[in-house]
Structures are given as C-alpha cells and as structure tokens.
C-alpha cells in the first residue's frame, strides 16, 4: 500500500516567512504532484516533478527519489498564499495517492 | 482554453436515492480521473477512464460507477446514496497520449446527502 505523509498538518506563518511543507511517501514513484487546495474546494497543480528541483515564481520544489521524500518551500510569504498544500505521488500503475493535506495560513 | 469543467457546483440528495456527475476535460486531454474528497481529508481515487474503459479503480463499492463519452467527457453515478457518500467530487483530467500525465483538477462538485 503505498502512503503518503505530510508534515506539518497545520502551519501558520508571518507574511515575508519562508515556509517549507514537506511530503514522504513508502512507494517508489514515477512522479510527485504538489497540489493547492483554495476554500471552496478548486485544486491548482503547483508541480509535477519526478527529479531535482522545479522553480516557479515564489514557489520551489524539490525531490530526493532515493529517500523517497519531496518539500515545497514558499519565499516571501504572502496572505494569498493561505491555502492547503496537497502531495500526491503517482505510480507507475497511473494511479495518484494523495497526503491529507497542509494548511498553511499567513498572517499579514 | 476552459480548463476542466464540472457540473452541477451542488448536488442536495437524500438517502437511497442516485446522482450523476458531469465531468468535461482540459481541451486536448484524453484521459478523467475522479476523486472523493471527504471533509479535511485528501482527495481519494475512484477510477480512471480512458479510451472509454474504466482503466483503474480505487477501493470505492460497486455503488460507484462511471462513463466516458467519445467525446472524453465523464460521467460518475452513485447508487444507492449514503450519508457517508456527502463528499466533495473532484474529476482531474491528462493526456495519456505523450505520457505526461499531469492533472489538471475540475472546481469540484459538492455533494450533500441528507
């Protein structure tokens, strides 16, 4: 069975803080997902990475395949960036397994 | 581009009764993926369609199940409706061909079983 664990579950930040949510997960993967979760349910694909490190405006993620664990980092933290933060690890099968999730509230 | 779209946004049922969820994907996407979303929980896999086959299938009951048009579009039908089943269901679709496989996800549709 393969599961997902993110830590913190709850993370709540002063606006300009760096932040790092991080993602470990027991199965070998052929990708990770980040995922961003607004109130109201929309989910927004921040990510899909397999290898390395994905840069995207303020957003950073990283993966390290041999020990199985992935982070997302937000610099410059901002109140808009108050969401919950999902990892989702796809396996070779095509079949996604997601964390619960990391909410992060910023405070300005 | 309209990206994933799904409908209806709410859904009240009662007990017994059955739904059906529309999905439409990302333009130039092949393949719909459905999720159930119970409150502060991840999303959890139902199954995936492609090539309008149920391709992969989570641990959810025979009460769920689904369609895929020619056209791509999906549907998912819940029988038999729970208390258990009031969910938020979210459908993401990708393009198996080229072998991307990133997800875009719909808005989701809210269901509430009273």
């Known amino acids: 069975k393969n599961e997902v664990e993110q830590s913190p579950q709850n993370l709540t930040a002063q606006e300009g803080e760096f932040i790092t949510i991080n993602c470990s997960y027991s199965?070998?993967?052929?990708?990770l997902h980040w995922l961003q979760q607004h109130p109201g349910g929309g989910i927004v694909s921040l990510f899909m990475?397999?290898?390395g490190k994905k840069k995207h405006g303020r957003l950073i993620a990283t993966i390290n395949i041999q020990e199985k664990h992935s982070s997302l980092h937000i610099t410059a933290s901002h109140p808009r960036d108050s969401a919950v933060y999902i990892c989702?690890?796809?396996?070779?099968?095509?079949?996604?397994?997601f964390g619960t999730g990391t909410s992060l509230t910023v405070i300005p | 581009d309209a990206g994933v779209t799904q409908s209806p946004t709410h859904l009240i049922k009662t007990r017994g009764q059955q739904v059906t969820l529309r999905c439409s994907p990302k333009?130039?996407?092949?393949?719909v993926s459905w999720y159930q979303q119970a409150l502060g929980q991840g999303p959890q896999f139902i199954f995936q369609?492609?090539?309008?086959?149920?391709?992969q299938r989570g641990n959810f009951p025979d009460r769920f199940s689904g369609h895929q048009f020619p056209n791509y579009s999906s549907e998912l039908n819940v029988n038999a409706l729970l208390l258990g089943d009031s969910a938020l269901y979210l459908c993401?679709?990708?393009?198996?061909?080229?072998?991307?496989?990133?997800?875009?996800f719909g808005p989701g549709t809210r269901l509430t079983v009273l």
């Open positions: 333009s130039g996407h092949d393949t």
């Open positions: 199965v070998g993967i052929s990708a």
């Open positions: 993401a679709s990708s393009a198996h061909r080229g072998g991307s496989y990133e997800q875009f």
């Open positions: 990475l397999s290898s």
């Open positions: 989702a690890d796809k396996n070779t099968g095509n079949q996604f397994y």
């Open positions: 369609y492609y090539e309008e086959e149920e391709r």
